[in-house]
T-cell receptor, first 113, second 112 residues
């Protein structure tokens, strides 16, 4: 029973490029959450999605960031025109029902040069 | 907006000593969850507390949820080197679309 999968595990981008982070939830889970973690910081909520729907995107910057969770395939967090301040670890979590415990993926460490 | 404060930020103990981390929310919570993250790893769910005054135990770990549902604590008895990591509390406010607000965590290091 595979856990939450994220890829890539490490991503290096130059300023102005696009970053695409992928998350496959645990089998049977339809709720996906994205978090950002800066060094020695807690996890900051970004967005909560269910299949084909964004439920809450209150933690996501209004510009350059977008997220989707299509009917088929993984959830995607997309960062356009990356800047150095976007460098962080991005974690995806999934749950079977809303409010249930969240299972985290291994994260994608994004470095912007 | 909702804030979750966690103290201390760091705690270093000798193996065998006890450890406690405290979590305080600016608003009443519907539930609180605790996670552990090893260095370089990802958060792993430990427990969820829902009821006012609830106390739950997992071996050497004791979790409490305050009567007002605004604070919580995690206590580890007789720490071991395997307890090393950052412990996060995460609170959920009713009506918040099940959004978790994480504290900044307490990094525990254990000297063997």
């Amino acid at each position: 029973n595979a856990g939450v999968m994220q890829n890539p595990r490490h991503l290096v981008r130059r300023r102005g490029q696009e970053a695409r982070l992928r998350c496959s939830p645990m089998k049977g889970h339809s709720h996906v959450y994205w978090y950002r973690q800066l060094p020695e910081e807690g996890l900051k909520f970004m967005v909560y999605l269910q299949k084909e729907n964004i439920i809450d995107e209150s933690g996501m910057p209004k510009e350059r960031f977008s997220a989707e969770f299509p009917k088929e395939g993984p959830s995607i967090l997309r960062i356009q025109q990356v800047v150095r301040g976007d460098s962080a670890a991005y974690f995806c979590a999934s749950s079977g029902t809303s409010g249930d415990e969240q299972f985290f993926g291994p994260g994608t460490r994004l470095t912007v040069l | 907006g909702q804030q979750v404060m966690q103290i201390p930020q760091y705690q270093h103990v000798q193996e065998g000593e006890d450890f406690t981390t405290y979590c305080n929310s600016s608003t009443t919570l519907s539930n609180i969850q605790w996670y552990k993250q090893r260095p370089g790893g990802h958060p792993v769910f430990l427990i969820q507390l829902v009821k006012s005054g609830e106390v739950k135990k997992q071996k050497r770990l004791t979790f409490q949820f305050g009567e007002a549902k605004k604070n919580s604590s995690l206590h580890i008895t007789a720490t071991q080197t395997t307890d090393v990591g950052t412990y996060f509390c995460a609170g959920e406010v009713a009506g918040s679309n099940y959004k978790l607000t994480f504290g900044k965590g307490t990094l525990l290091t254990v000297n063997p």
